[in-house]
């Protein structure tokens, strides 16, 4: 039976919020609009962000204890960190692949399986959607471009898509989400929902085709965050935007480009960037958990990946992902003055996001006292991923888990599984 009760609204609220940070409302580049206002909440925590943070800080914690953990001694197990996997599944994720590189040792490890109620054992070597994991992959392309001279940091959007966003907004506000643009993802859903309160309504949107003028209607229609460069605001509307942008100087659609410019250079021969719904062959199928008092287990495999498209369509694998950030770090993908740039932090500070840089953000390197490790996380409605490198890329930690709980913080105190013992094993395994 279909919920539409106050505390229904209140979790559906919490999941947009979690898998597409929202916005507040009351900035003067917001546009007039009968649609139905989405029930927003606005304070909610990026989960997913918080909780990579909080893992690298307890990692370092633990080694700067113990100054012999930074050295390998006593370091996480293959067979340990099988365990954590298993522990992942038993406390209610529906399957966890994870991988581990330092120099040329290797594990890797999957548990649960691909499917909510399938019995094929998730493997190692399963594609995910990785959502926001996409942006450094963009943010590599819109680099190139600038290496090129196609355009600079400082190009404001207007000068390649005229009326798209207000003046002055530029690229490199869009790649460190200080443009104050809207997130827009979590607008378009629920302004296409019967009732935008109820999980059913909006679940069931979730397999409509986006479009570019539906992204636009909804980056002009959305309450903007701040003024274009006054302060963070992450944003899927303005990736979507710089793969517009991309397609318009080359005349190449974004799945060309990263196939030519990013997968084929990085060795990603298991990605992608699908258009459609559904998925084919080894991959682990999405699901979100809404809590038991709500309506339980949705499977999202009707999801388009339209919706999120260059802020998040792509699909990859663990090892596909560290082979990604290995080559963005040692200079395969862009010089190393641009990588430079790109690590280098434009917002410092955020309580709920860690430091961001262009498409990439750094944490706490548990290995090497001040030193950081780089990468991003994403949060696809029935996904986690985690990816993160050492600066040298010789080392590099990924994760892709699937049921997401779409409700904690919000309407429970405790997660319906917690990753950080799996998460903090993995980065104290690269020591």
């Not at 609009?33 to 909780?51: C, E």
């Not at 207007?158 to 798209?164: D, K, N, R």
Request: charged share 20%; hydrophobic share 40%; net charge negative.
């Amino acid at each position: 039976m279909e919920r539409t009760t106050r505390r229904a609204a209140l979790a559906l609220s919490a999941a947009l919020a979690l898998a597409a940070p929202l916005v507040v409302a009351g900035s003067a580049h917001a546009a007039g609009t009968d649609r139905p206002t989405p029930a927003v909440a606005a304070d909610v925590p990026d989960t997913v962000s918080a909780m990579v943070a909080d893992a690298a800080r307890q990692a370092q914690r633990e080694v700067a204890t113990n100054r012999t953990l930074a050295r390998g001694a006593n370091a996480p197990t293959g067979a340990s960190l099988d365990a954590a996997l298993d522990d992942l599944v038993a406390d209610g994720a529906i399957a966890v692949t994870a991988r581990v590189e330092k120099g040329a040792r290797t594990w890797s490890g999957a548990a649960g399986t691909r499917e909510r109620e399938g019995r094929a054992k998730a493997r190692p070597y399963d594609r995910f959607r990785v959502a926001s994991n996409t942006k450094p992959m963009i943010a590599t392309l819109v680099m190139q471009e600038v290496e090129k001279g196609t355009w600079t940091l400082d190009t404001p959007v207007e000068e390649v898509l005229p009326g798209v966003m207000p003046a002055g907004v530029t690229i490199e506000q869009l790649l460190s989400h200080r443009s104050g643009a809207p997130t827009a993802t979590d607008w378009i859903l629920t302004s296409r929902a019967a009732d935008p309160t109820s999980f059913d309504s909006v679940f069931a949107v979730m397999g409509q085709e986006v479009t570019e003028a539906d992204h636009i209607e909804a980056l002009q229609s959305a309450p903007w965050m701040n003024e274009p460069g006054e302060g963070f605001a992450y944003s899927n509307a303005g990736y979507v935007v710089l793969g517009m942008m991309l397609e318009e100087v080359t005349g190449r659609s974004v799945e060309h480009l990263l196939e030519r410019r990013v997968f084929a250079p990085a060795r990603m021969w298991q990605s992608a960037y699908p258009d459609d719904p559904g998925v084919r062959g080894p991959f682990l199928h999405e699901s979100a958990y809404t809590g038991p008092a709500e309506a339980g287990w949705y499977d999202l495999d009707h999801w388009d990946p339209s919706l999120f498209a260059a802020a998040g369509a792509v699909t990859s694998t663990t090892e596909d992902l560290a082979d990604f950030t290995e080559a963005l770090v040692t200079g395969r993908l862009v010089d190393a003055e641009t990588t430079a740039d790109m690590l280098e932090p434009r917002t410092v500070g955020q309580e709920a996001f860690p430091d961001y840089g262009l498409g990439v953000y750094r944490l706490p390197d548990p290995c090497v006292p001040g030193g950081w490790l780089y990468g991003h996380d994403g949060g696809s409605y029935g996904t986690i991923s985690v990816n993160l490198t050492s600066p040298d890329g010789e080392r590099q930690v990924s994760v892709g888990i699937t049921g997401r709980d779409l409700v904690y913080p919000v309407l429970t105190d405790e997660p319906l599984y917690d990753p950080s013992e799996l998460l903090v094993g993995m980065m104290r395994a690269t020591c």
